[in-house]
């Protein structure tokens, strides 16, 4: 066997036991509860989309860890206590490809919110008409993200929290469970972010004013153009014509007076033409005879 070969089967073997190693400080780590996320992994998207992805992958995380160690914790279950968040996280990325996932985004959530459990209930608590553990656990997730979101997450428009958790709501959640989720966040942030909310309802205020004054101002009808028509009866007749009121003096018809002087007229001049017929042929006549 060479020199070479034997150097690197050496070198394969202390890279073998190098990587036991740190898998055996990983695995004691973890079971200590040191929750070590590394929240500057550029090699990942931090796209909008992919913030949408973590958001998603948290909300099953979050779920995960309320039916089981949240749930081992309230009900005073400690010994049951074997699904860390971060145990979660880790799981999750080891099975799903997290190439699109905004992953520091993703284990922040899934370190800070259980970390925040007590005062995010206290927060979704006050705007409930029941008591938070009657919430349905996927209500429950939707709910802790928008309001960690609200309180730590300035930077993201209150609106845009409310639809994430619209979205959420939409993919995993009931469907009526949307109005709950709403009505709850928009109260919220009302209280968390009131000089955004005040700013967003003025902002819209001037927009509807602005687009009133746009508006053209309706012209007034001038009757007067249409006065001759307001003498034409619009009853229908058999012929489909509009008749004509008998009290419209602007039209004009003949008396009876006239009318007979038209008839002894026409007779008239029918005697004349007669007349004159029978002389022309009395002269006619006469030529002949010469």
Known sequence: MTDQLKRAISAAKTAQANDKQAEATRIASSSAGDQTFDMSESSYKTS???IRKARR???QGLY???VTDRRFDVDGKLGWKA??????AARTRATNAMHTVHIGYYHEMMRDIPEQIEA???LISQHLDRDIGKLDTVEHAILLIGAYELQNRLEIP????LDEAMKLNNHFGATDAHKLINAVLDKMAVDIRAIEVESD?????RTSQKAVAKQPEAQPVDHTENAPDADIDDTPTTSNKP????NNTTVKRNSASKASANISEFKANKKDAAQNTVENDSVIDANNQD
């Open 48 to 50: 909008h989309t992919a």
């Open 243 to 246: 008749r004509i009121s008998a």
């Open 158 to 161: 209150y609106k845009v929290v």
């Open 201 to 205: 309802t003025k902002a819209n205020l």
């Open 120 to 122: 995010l209930d206290i």
């Open 83 to 88: 699904n860390a968040p971060h145990d979660i």
């Open 57 to 59: 992958f948290a909300m």
């Open 64 to 66: 995960e860890w309320l």
